[in-house]
C-alpha cells in the first residue's frame, strides 16, 4: 500500500511540473485571473486533474483537453487558444501510461526535465495608474510586458493613426 500511495504521489508531481510549467497557467495566476486565490486554484487544479485520471479509464487526449480547458475556463476566466493545450495533455497522459506500467524511474526522470527546463516566465505589468488630471492628455493606455528570455530586434511600428469614429488603428510596417 505504501508504495501505490508513494507512485500515486509521484504522478501527482509530474501533473504539478506540467501544468505549473504552462505559461498559460502561470500567466493567469500571475495576473490575477483566478481572482486573490489564483495560486490555490492552480493547487487545487493539480489535484483535480490528478484525480481525473484516476477516475476514469482510457481517457482520449480530446477529452482531457476538454477538461482542462472547461477548468481554465471557469476558474480563470481563460480561454486557451494559443495551440498549447493538446501538448500539455499529451505529456499528461505519457505521464500516467509511464505510472501505470510501474515505469516510475523514467516518470521520475520526466519530472526532473520539465522542472528543469521550466519555461520562461511570461510577466506583464500595467503602465502606473494615471489621476483623472493626467486622463485629459491621453485616453489610450498601453501594458508594458517583460521576457526573461533573448531580445528580438523589431522594425519600429508607424506611428497609431486616429479614424474619425475615435478608434486608434495601428498597422504593421510592410
Known amino acids: 500500500m505504501a508504495a501505490s500511495t508513494a507512485s500515486r504521489e509521484l504522478f501527482s508531481e509530474g501533473v504539478r511540473a506540467v501544468l505549473h510549467s504552462w505559461p498559460v497557467l502561470q500567466i493567469a495566476v500571475d495576473n490575477g485571473f483566478g481572482g486573490v486565490y489564483g495560486q490555490q486554484k492552480a493547487d487545487w487544479m493539480v489535484d483535480v486533474v490528478q484525480q481525473y485520471f484516476h477516475d476514469n479509464s482510457d481517457l482520449q487526449q480530446s477529452e482531457v483537453e476538454d477538461f482542462i480547458a472547461q477548468l481554465m475556463d471557469q476558474e480563470f476566466d481563460t480561454v486557451v487558444d494559443d495551440g498549447s493545450l493538446p501538448e500539455v495533455t499529451l505529456s499528461l497522459q505519457q505521464m500516467f501510461t509511464q505510472w501505470q506500467q510501474g515505469a516510475l524511474q523514467q516518470l521520475q526522470h520526466t519530472i526532473n526535465t520539465l522542472t528543469q527546463k521550466k519555461s520562461q516566465r511570461a510577466k506583464v505589468t500595467a503602465p502606473p495608474p494615471q489621476s483623472d488630471e493626467d486622463s485629459d492628455e491621453d485616453d489610450t493606455q498601453g501594458m508594458e510586458?517583460?521576457?526573461?528570455?533573448?531580445?528580438?530586434?523589431?522594425?519600429?511600428?508607424?506611428?497609431?493613426q486616429e479614424e474619425d469614429d475615435g478608434w486608434t488603428v495601428v498597422r504593421k510596417k510592410k
Open 145 to 160: 510586458c517583460e521576457s526573461s528570455g533573448p531580445s528580438v530586434s523589431r522594425t519600429e511600428a508607424p506611428p497609431p
